[in-house]
């Protein structure tokens, strides 16, 4: 059970480049989320999905987009990258929304030069 | 709009001592409250879940309480070791826009001095 990964682990981009960054589980986990957390601040939600197809936005969404066509896979778009998105970013997931714990993946340090 | 604060954000404490961290937030209209562990350049690792009927959870040498009605939870470390230092996050589940979201404090960051 690898639980939660994320690839790439570190990525420099130049301003105006896009990326994905890749999530996955292997949990059958139906909720997942991606955060960002910057230096020395709390996590703050970016984008969530309760299942395969259906997405909605968090605090943060403005820069980003998402997709969820498995119930395995959740990947983060970056479309025109800004130094403002130089933050680590993680992927989590849980069995559901409210009452369990979320799983979170090892983190993709993103740098925007 | 949920709030959470952790004081104090960092604590250097000598090995053995017995030590307290603690979280609050503004709305007590939650689900449940944990906390996370997260070692440097690496994931979060949850250590408790207190529902939010519940007062207290414990797992080994970690105990966290929780008083809904003053927005209030404490997480105790007993026997404090070298290995316990990294920082901890408190968070709290709330309903919002339709679903649930995890609102996270900035963390508290723990050294145990050898």
Sequence with gaps: ?113 | KQEVTQIPAALSVPEGENLVLNCSFTDSAIYNLQWFRQDPGKGLTSLLLIQSSQREQTSGRLNASLDKSSGRSTLYIAASQPGDSATYLCAVTSSGAGSYQLTFGKGTKLSVIP
């Excluded at chain 1, 969820?68 to 990947?75: G, L, M, V």
Aim: with cysteine; aromatic share 12%; glycine share 10%.
């Design chain 1, 1 to 113: 059970n690898a639980g939660v990964t994320q690839t790439p682990k570190f990525r420099i981009l130049k301003i105006g480049q896009s990326m994905t960054l890749q999530c996955a589980q292997d949990m059958n986990h139906n909720y997942m989320y991606w955060y960002r957390q910057d230096p020395g601040m709390g996590l703050k939600l970016i984008y969530y999905s309760v299942g395969a197809g259906i997405t909605d936005k968090g605090e943060v969404p403005n820069g980003y987009n998402v997709s969820r066509s498995t119930t395995e896979d959740f990947p983060l778009r970056l479309e025109l990258a800004a130094p403002s998105q130089t933050s680590v970013y993680f992927c989590a997931s849980s069995t559901t929304g409210g009452v369990d714990t979320q799983y979170f993946g090892p983190g993709t340090r993103l740098t925007v030069l």
